[in-house]
């Protein structure tokens, strides 16, 4: 028998090595680069109205925002215009758009596997969700924001004003890492952190962002993206539109429209309209909800606050998506940075993080496979009605609202249990197990 696991113990340990882990991500990348360029149309279309708004600015000093109103945060100007200083064409704007995405990837993953107990078992689970999800995210601003989402989450415990620094910088790019940032303050257990590790950090970087800004001239545009969305409708893809696909397969459809002011497909009619406007609603009242049930989880078991803020900003940054009007491909790429920072560092003993986070992970890589199934894969069928794609979709949109009731149920049960023995202690260790192991891992 003890024959037998020898290799796979070897096998283990190589798989688990930095330069394995390295050789995967280069092989990673290198793939999804290629699927990049592949999928040419689909996966830059976004790149390429990067590039008009830098190079609008460079040359007709005409910059978003400081000039005329933005569909993103002021600071994303940061991630698209220094490629169009490095670059003197689309291509090569293209090109240099990826190593900045790649670069800050490989930083994030450098943090990740470098996170105690499973960083590099972590690691792996996010190359592995990268491919699945496929090269969507590198084409777009997300590819930006969830490397800096990665890093807050893996430093939060540990630095969390510097976590938060990320998170604001991260949500003046795209609104998405600001559910780090609520995850932060919910799970601040006394006023003075709150102060110190949210509140400061938070209102300093807003400030130098807002200063820049309005410095620039940008007056009241510099909000104008927090009122950007109210006018839109049912995304094809979201969650949301959903029920009226499916009601599509066997009755009249709601056939997607084009909306050429933010180049997306969307559903008409009154009752898509009507669930839109509740989405509005909805989204900002559970967003509130996960942060006070996160607060009581905290007040209840301040030993676990890195556990609740992992599943904080889990249920938070699904819930982005899941009561979210838009439902873009990309968004899927903000859910891999909480999944993975969880499996790196939650739970008190290598058996609970695996109960509790194995069965998300594995749901979390099938729902990306999914969509890439859907865009680029076959996303004319899907806009057709077809009813295969229907079905995927459908597939998809259910695991992700599973996601989220399986991290709120997580997190209610933490916050209902009376005293640390609700997690049971492996046969033959003793209660203090998981403090020594902590010991053995910071030596």
């Known amino acids: 028998m003890l024959t037998d696991a020898r290799p796979v113990r070897v096998l283990t340990r190589a798989l688990l090595s930095p330069w394995a882990i390295a050789v995967a991500f280069v092989a990673a990348h290198a793939w999804l680069i290629r699927e990049a360029w592949v999928w040419e149309p689909q996966i830059f279309g976004d790149v390429a109205l990067y590039e008009w708004w830098a190079r609008q600015g460079m040359d007709g000093g005409q910059w978003p925002v400081f000039d005329y109103p933005w569909v993103y945060p002021v600071a994303a100007l940061l991630a698209i215009a220094p490629p169009a200083w490095l670059s003197h064409d689309t291509v090569g704007y293209e090109w240099v758009w990826l190593g900045l995405v790649v670069t800050l990837n490989a930083v994030a993953t450098v943090f990740l596997a470098r996170a105690r107990p499973r960083g590099r078992v972590a690691a792996w689970f996010w190359l592995i969700f990268l491919v699945a999800l496929g090269p969507i995210f590198l084409g777009r601003l997300d590819g930006v924001i969830a490397p800096i989402i990665l890093v807050a989450l893996v430093i939060a415990a540990r630095h969390p004003a510097t976590a938060m620094t990320l998170a604001t910088i991260g949500a003046w790019i795209k609104i998405a890492p600001g559910a780090v940032a609520v995850a932060i303050a919910a ?86 309209r009507s669930v839109a406007e509740a989405l509005d609603v909805a989204l900002i009242v559970v967003v509130g909800l996960v942060a006070v049930l996160a607060a009581l989880a905290v007040r209840r078991r301040p030993e676990r ?62 729902t990306a496979y999914l969509t890439k199934m859907i865009f680029p894969a076959h996303y004319g069928e899907f806009l057709g009605g077809f009813p295969e794609m229907t079905l995927v979709g459908a597939v998809r949109n259910a695991l992700l609202v599973a996601l989220l009731l399986g991290a709120v149920v997580r997190l209610v049960q933490i916050a209902a249990a009376a005293d640390r023995r609700d997690v049971p202690v492996p046969a033959g260790a003793s209660a203090d197990a998981p403090a020594l192991q902590k010991e053995q891992d910071d030596t």
């Open 305 to 366: 606050v890195q556990d609740v803020l992992l599943l904080t900003a889990a249920a938070e940054l699904f819930a982005l998506i899941v009561f979210n009007k838009v439902g873009s491909p990309q968004f899927i790429a903000w859910l891999g940075p909480p999944v993975a920072a969880a499996v790196a560092l939650y739970g008190r003993d290598a058996t609970e993080a695996r109960r509790t986070w194995l069965p998300p992970a594995l749901g979390l890589v099938v």
């Open 187 to 272: 799970t601040s257990d006394s006023l003075y952190k709150f102060a110190r590790n949210v509140v400061l950090p938070g209102a300093l970087v807003s400030a130098v962002v807002l200063g820049w800004a309005l410095a620039g001239g940008s007056g009241g545009r510099v909000l104008d993206v927090f009122g950007e969305q109210s006018d839109r409708n049912l995304q094809v893809e979201s969650v949301g539109a959903t029920p009226f696909l499916l009601v599509g397969m066997d009755g009249p459809r709601y056939d997607p429209a084009w909306n050429d002011e933010i180049y997306t497909y969307e559903v008409l009619g009154s009752a898509p």
